[in-house]
Nanobody, 121 residues
């Protein structure tokens, strides 16, 4: 079984920074793409950033240079550095990992339980 555990969320003032981390553990043969999503109260979950196995990144338009996604393949972790936080960034941030458990397994998506980021004005 695969588990994803996020950490790093919390309460921060507008303009501050946070670093979110997500660690994947369990039976893992290969990790393909890793991503961060977020869901604000009363809104749908939305994609924040993705990073491929080769390190290519892609960001949502609203990131505008404030977020940086990175990964450590040796540790099976993905991070999200968030700078210049705004109240509208308040949301539960979820880690998503697309991986293969065994050589013969199909690629599957796994989700963490989320970490809450609250930005006060």
């Amino acid at each position: 079984q695969v588990q994803l555990v996020e950490s790093g969320g919390g309460l921060v003032q507008a303009g501050g920074s946070l670093r979110l981390s997500c660690a994947a553990s369990g039976t893992i043969f290969f990790i393909n793409a890793m991503a961060w999503y977020r869901q604000a109260p009363g809104k749908q979950r939305e994609l924040v950033a993705t990073i491929t196995s080769g390190g290519s990144t892609n960001y949502a338009d609203f990131v505008k240079g404030r977020f940086t996604i990175s990964r450590d393949n040796a540790k099976n972790t993905v991070n999200l550095q968030i700078n210049s936080l705004r109240p509208e960034d308040t949301a539960v941030y979820y880690c998503n990992v697309n991986l293969r458990e065994y050589l013969w397994s199909a690629l599957r998506d796994y989700w963490g339980k989320g970490t809450l980021v609250t930005v006060s004005s």
